[in-house]
């Protein structure tokens, strides 16, 4: 089993920036990938930034340059550092894990933090 603590959401002016955290404890024998989603009102859930092993990141088009994502893997926690954000980026942000618990992959959800950016 897979517990996953966020934390770092909020409200912020546009151009104001935030750090989201994510971190990740149980049964966990290893980490295939972190990332963070997120979902404004009204729409799907969408992929926001993810770092797999070895270090690759992938952005979404809409927050390149300007979110930065990032992982402690000593103390499994992702990081998702966001600058210059706009109201367009307010949504609740999920974090994600892609582990493997004995031997079984799963994909975990955190339990959302809300990202409010006003104008």
């Known amino acids: 089993q897979v517990q996953l603590v966020e934390s770092g959401g909020g409200l912020v002016q546009a151009g104001g920036s935030l750090r989201l955290s994510c971190a990740a404890s149980?049964?966990?024998?290893?980490?295939?990938?972190m990332g963070w989603y997120r979902q404004a009102p009204g729409k799907q859930r969408e992929l926001v930034a993810l770092?797999?092993?070895?270090?690759?990141?992938n952005y979404a088009d809409s927050v390149k340059g300007r979110f930065t994502i990032s992982r402690d893997n000593a103390k499994n926690t992702v990081y998702l550092q966001m600058n210059s954000l706009k109201p367009e980026d307010t949504a609740v942000y999920y974090c994600?894990?892609?582990?493997?618990?004995?031997?079984?992959?799963?994909?975990?959800w955190g339990q959302g933090a809300q990202v409010t950016v006003s104008s």
């Open positions: 994600y894990v892609d582990v493997y618990v004995q031997m079984i992959r799963s994909g975990n």
């Open positions: 149980g049964s966990i024998f290893s980490i295939n990938a």
């Open positions: 770092i797999i092993n070895g270090g690759t990141t």
